[in-house]
């Protein structure tokens, strides 16, 4: 189970800032930015590289969507997106998430 899997079934704490169905958001424990959360899908997903195609394109979307709604809300003038793919990509958590930081 990731560390991600744990914090969803709430059996590490986590500062959460949105949550529904499928996707919960969270502050970064070592902040990059001002702002730094982590978008997740509920769904466990290694990497990019792991999703099924069609099956996970929508809850991709979904991140995207969260992040949106999030940079809406806290009335974001911009921000940065990132996703790490594969250790060699910089991810560590391997559980499919992006990053979302604004200064």
Same mark, same amino acid.
């Given at each position: 189970?990731?560390?991600?899997?744990?914090?969803?079934?709430?059996? *590490? =704490?986590?500062? &959460? %800032?949105?949550?529904?169905?499928?996707?919960?958001?969270?502050?970064? @424990?070592?902040?990059?930015? /001002? +702002?730094?959360?982590?978008?997740?899908?509920?769904?466990?997903?290694?990497?990019?590289?792991?999703?099924? *195609? =069609?099956?996970? &394109? %929508?809850?991709?979307?979904?991140?995207?969507?969260?992040?949106?709604? @999030?940079?809406?809300?806290? /009335? +974001?003038?911009?921000?940065?997106?990132?996703?790490?793919?594969?250790?060699?990509?910089?991810?560590?958590?391997?559980?499919?998430?992006?990053?979302?930081?604004?200064?």
């Amino acid at each position: 189970m990731t560390l991600f899997e744990k914090i969803i079934a709430r059996e *590490i =704490p986590a500062n &959460i %800032e949105y949550e529904d169905n499928e996707i919960i958001v969270i502050h970064d @424990i070592n902040p990059q930015a /001002k +702002l730094h959360l982590l978008i997740i899908p509920k769904k466990p997903i290694k990497t990019v590289a792991d999703m099924s *195609i =069609p099956d996970d &394109i %929508e809850i991709m979307g979904k991140l995207f969507a969260t992040a949106k709604k @999030i940079g809406d809300e806290k /009335k +974001l003038e911009g921000y940065k997106l990132q996703i790490n793919v594969g250790a060699k990509g910089g991810q560590e958590v391997f559980h499919i998430h992006m990053h979302m930081l604004a200064h």
